[in-house]
């Protein structure tokens, strides 16, 4: 019994030829993928065609090199090619243009797996943007206030360390005071005390002593008046309160000597006089 070409005999009956219609099916894929890659270009890039011209696309899967992949007898090919389209059909849409050529295009939920991943995460932030805006402008506000709130945190720490610094610097320059028989200054300048306990970069933020002086002004330890020094008009801050209340750590390095941290340990404590002030530089009188 013969059959004709794409069948083979079976007992009385001709089936089809299952090289070729596995050769069929393996045209069909890549035709398929040829169609839908194109399409995904188109789409993402804005590269081609959408319709992509049957006859061209069959031109670019050369004949040859499908036969030569795939392993195609050239008797068979123009069989499988056949079956190849009529698969394609119903899987790609089709329509005819204006010169009656038949056109393919991959349909939207099948082109949807040739794209890259950069062309789907640029849609899907295209078709997201209205709920991302507002999104991301909210973590934007939150990181702010946050970064707000801990430099706010951060300069009341350090206004708080710099007031207790002062209060027991200013205490101790009394008690040396109060020690040297009253000969020694129990004022301090206050710019000149700013500029020892301040760090450089501090300096340039002139919100930070001005809490601390608010501080000061506060506490009714502590008195502020203007003296002159030099020969100009300065702002000194004294301690006014008798009997100093140094913590114990502070007591002990001072000793009972009465020596203080503000002046060398090998040199003792001497009265200071207004002279003594007018001689020194500024960032003398704090050591």
């Known amino acids: 019994m013969e059959c004709v070409k794409g069948y083979r005999a079976r007992g009385r009956f001709c089936v089809e030829d299952g090289d070729v219609v596995e050769k069929a099916g393996k045209i069909s894929e890549l035709i398929v993928n040829f169609v839908c890659e194109a399409n995904a270009r188109s789409v993402c890039d804005g590269v081609g065609a959408l319709w992509v011209n049957e006859v061209d696309m069959l031109n670019n899967l050369d004949k040859t090199r499908l036969m030569d992949s795939l392993g195609i007898e050239d008797s068979l090919f123009p069989l499988a090619k056949q079956k190849a389209l009529q698969s394609i059909y119903n899987i790609l849409e089709t329509r005819r243009n204006f010169k009656r050529v038949q056109e393919l295009k991959c349909p ?23 709920v991302l805006m507002p999104v991301f402008a909210a973590l934007v506000g939150c990181t702010l206030v946050l970064q707000k709130l801990r430099r706010r945190r951060l300069l009341a720490a350090r206004v708080e360390e710099l007031y207790q610094q002062v209060c027991e610097t200013l205490e101790e320059i009394a008690m040396i005071s109060r020690n040297s028989d009253g000969h020694g200054e129990p004022w301090v300048v206050a710019s000149w005390l700013r500029d020892h306990l301040l760090l450089p970069k501090e300096r340039k933020n002139p919100e930070l002593w001005k809490m601390v002086e608010e501080l000061v002004q506060e506490d009714s330890r502590l008195d502020r008046y203007p003296k002159l020094v030099k020969g100009e008009a300065k702002v000194v801050w004294e301690w006014q ?23 060398p340990e090998e040199t003792p404590p001497r009265a200071v006089s207004d002279q003594d002030y007018s001689e020194r530089k500024p960032s003398e009188s704090l050591h």
């Open 108 to 130: 939207d939920l099948l082109v949807k797996r040739y794209k890259s991943y950069a062309c789907r995460m640029r849609e899907w932030l295209s078709e997201h943007v209205s």
């Open 241 to 263: 309160v008798e009997g100093g209340s140094l913590s114990s750590s502070r007591k002990k390095k001072k000793g009972v000597d009465g020596k203080s941290k503000l002046f």
